[in-house]
């Protein structure tokens, strides 16, 4: 059985979402919120394997319920849900994530089970982590261009431009910047720095890797589909590419 949490603040509309899902006999309802505060607190104490988030709810909206998840290490599977089709929405059908439109139907709900039960089955975290970053990244498409950027070297603050950034990894729950020749740490998780490096050529190589793609020196093939890239810093890093993000990685260079 499928572990679900519903969010949604109109408890006739949670009230007849559950009955869908438990309709399918696969699907077991662990938790139930009213808002995106609560909804956060409840996943993080019940760890659902997926979640059903309404867009449009008080205190915290679906959408930075999402952004909250993507720094936990095991984020569960998203399906929004909404009364609005709108292009942003549309941005959802994909077979990682899921949306729904209010009123529920009873069929379009055993077709988003049905992708729940493959992304258990099939996919990664890591996959899982870029397809939700690259929906919600959809959402403030006109920020304005980042110029500095703080980080940190022993008790000081330093402002680095986002172009002289080589790459950006996670260790556990420390974030660190890397140089040509130096290494900073950073209090923001790895998603949060992706989403401030929107507009510049950042790409996610993996889960725990953001890469600025003017800096890749070469694109070395490894295994299963997977690369390794070799940075232009002092240290010619070697950065691992998962074969999710090669494929991507490899069009956006023109390699066929």
Do not use: C
Request: proline letters at 4%.
């Amino acid at each position: 059985m499928i572990r679900i949490l519903v969010a949604d603040d109109e408890p006739l509309a949670r009230d007849e979402l559950i009955y869908l899902l438990h309709k399918t006999g696969k699907v077991e309802t662990i938790a139930e919120a009213s808002n995106g505060e609560e909804a956060l607190a409840r996943i993080r104490q019940t760890h659902p394997d997926a979640v059903f988030l309404d867009i449009d709810m008080p205190k915290m909206d679906g959408l930075a319920v999402a952004r909250n998840l993507l720094q936990e290490e095991e984020p569960p599977i998203i399906v929004f849900a909404t009364a609005y089709d709108s292009h942003a929405v549309k941005a959802f059908e994909l077979n990682a994530i899921d949306y729904v439109l209010k009123p529920f139907e009873e069929e379009r709900i055993n077709v988003t089970v049905a992708r729940i039960i493959k992304g258990i089955n099939n996919m990664s975290t890591e996959k899982l982590t870029k397809v939700i970053s690259d929906v919600l990244r959809e959402e403030n498409p006109q920020k304005p261009k980042l110029s500095k950027i703080a980080v940190e070297k022993e008790d000081s603050l330093v402002l680095l431009d986002p172009e002289d950034i080589i790459y950006l990894y996670r260790e556990g729950r420390e974030v660190y910047v890397k140089t040509r020749d130096q290494v900073y740490s950073s209090k923001h998780s790895l998603q949060a720095m992706e989403e401030k490096m929107a507009r510049y050529d950042y790409y996610r190589t993996h889960r725990a890797y953001l890469v600025n793609l003017t800096h890749i020196e070469e694109l070395v093939p490894w295994f299963n589909g997977a690369y390794t890239i070799i940075m232009k810093d002092n240290e010619r890093s070697r950065i691992p590419v998962s074969r999710f993000y090669a494929k991507e990685l490899k069009e956006i260079f023109g390699i066929i």
